[in-house]
């Protein structure tokens, strides 16, 4: 922004002081001091990586959780259509790297549109609660006591969401990858489910479309990424595994339950 200097002859203004860019504050949208007391706790033990390429050629770029949140609108568009239209994704599937004291380390998301984040996860499943109030509110079954299940069914479908995707990479031999990376990523099957649930809201019988539908291409958008997260992140596999591609393809089944499991609401 220029700088307006304007005003009286004779009168000097004190220097004016650098106003903060919103692109660098790292929790720029997030909106919540409540977000970052609570990631803070995690700590860098939970951050890390212990593959060996991690290790050697990464900085621990998760040494501070602010990371998953440096995102701006643009992005927040991109990663969307991404997530809900992987077979739109006309580019790479790799994250960006940049030298930073001598070794490599990731680019935040605001730079990097395969880079995973927290903020759309988040956001998605509080949309996820509020909608699951109002079609409670349209069937007549509204009640905190029924809002707090359905809030607790969401968490646990995270956590399962999560554990499938560290268990297929144990079972792969792709070590430990970050566990806020499989939160990120576990996290952005409720773009899909909210759409599925507004559907419903809308139309009943649009719901097991869209459900089915937003299901599907949620596992492609998880298998393109654990693919990467196999192959060129962890630098750990086993090459023409018939076990890895049948793992990868029980991964794209389990999300049709785990979406009908979460997307019934009220029934």
Same mark, same amino acid.
Request: hydrophobic letters at 45%.
């Given at each position: 922004?220029? !700088?307006?200097?304007?005003?009286?002859?004779?009168?000097?203004? /004190?220097?004016?002081?650098?106003?903060?860019? /919103?692109?660098?504050?790292?929790?720029?949208?997030?909106?919540?001091?409540?977000?970052?007391?609570?990631?803070?706790?995690?700590?860098?033990?939970?951050?890390?990586?212990?593959?060996?390429?991690?290790?050697?050629?990464?900085?621990?770029?998760?040494?501070?959780?602010?990371?998953?949140?440096? #995102?701006? !609108?643009?992005?927040?568009?991109?990663? @969307?259509? #991404?997530?809900?239209?992987?077979? @739109?994704?006309?580019g790479h599937w790799t994250r960006i790297t940049e030298p930073v004291?001598?070794?490599?380390?990731?680019?935040?998301?605001?730079? !990097?549109?395969?880079?995973? !984040?927290?903020?759309?996860?988040?956001? $998605?499943?509080?949309?996820?609660?509020?909608?699951?109030?109002?079609?409670?509110?349209?069937?007549?079954?509204?009640?905190?006591? $029924? @809002?707090?299940?359905?809030?607790?069914?969401?968490?646990?479908?995270?956590?399962?969401?999560?554990?499938? @995707?560290?268990?297929?990479?144990?079972?792969?031999g792709g070590g430990e990858a970050p566990l806020l990376d499989m939160?990120?990523?576990?996290?952005?099957?409720?773009?899909?489910?909210?759409?599925?649930?507004?559907?419903?809201?809308?139309?009943?019988?649009?719901?097991?479309?869209?459900?089915?539908?937003?299901?599907?291409?949620?596992?492609?958008?998880?298998?393109?990424?654990?693919?990467?997260?196999?192959?060129?992140?962890?630098?750990?596999?086993?090459?023409?595994?018939?076990?890895?591609?049948?793992? *990868? *393809?029980?991964?794209?089944?389990?999300?049709?339950?785990l979406f009908l499991w979460l997307g019934s609401v009220g029934v």
């Open positions: 922004m220029y !700088d307006n200097r304007g005003g009286h002859a004779g009168v000097q203004r /004190p220097p004016m002081t650098p106003q903060p860019n /919103p692109l660098e504050n790292a929790f720029y949208g997030a909106g919540s001091g409540l977000i970052r007391c609570g990631l803070g706790a995690y700590g860098e033990k939970f951050l890390g990586s212990s593959s060996e390429f991690m290790q050697s050629n990464i900085t621990k770029y998760l040494s501070n959780p602010q990371y998953y949140f440096q #995102v701006n !609108d643009q992005y927040v568009r991109n990663k @969307l259509k #991404v997530v809900l239209f992987p077979f @739109l994704h006309r004291g001598g070794r490599l380390s990731y680019k935040p998301p605001i730079y !990097d549109i395969n880079a995973p !984040d927290l903020y759309i996860p988040l956001m $998605a499943f509080g949309t996820y609660v509020i909608l699951a109030g109002f079609s409670f509110g349209l069937l007549g079954k509204f009640s905190p006591e $029924a @809002l707090s299940l359905q809030f607790t069914r969401g968490l646990v479908g995270w956590v399962i969401q999560v554990a499938l @995707l560290k268990g297929m990479l144990h079972s792969l939160v990120a990523y576990g996290g952005y099957a409720f773009t899909g489910i909210s759409l599925a649930v507004l559907s419903r809201l809308w139309w009943s019988y649009a719901y097991y479309f869209v459900l089915i539908w937003m299901s599907l291409w949620t596992g492609v958008f998880l298998l393109k990424t654990m693919k990467r997260v196999l192959f060129t992140e962890m630098r750990s596999y086993e090459k023409h595994s018939s076990r890895q591609h049948y793992l *990868l *393809l029980f991964m794209i089944i389990a999300q049709f339950p």
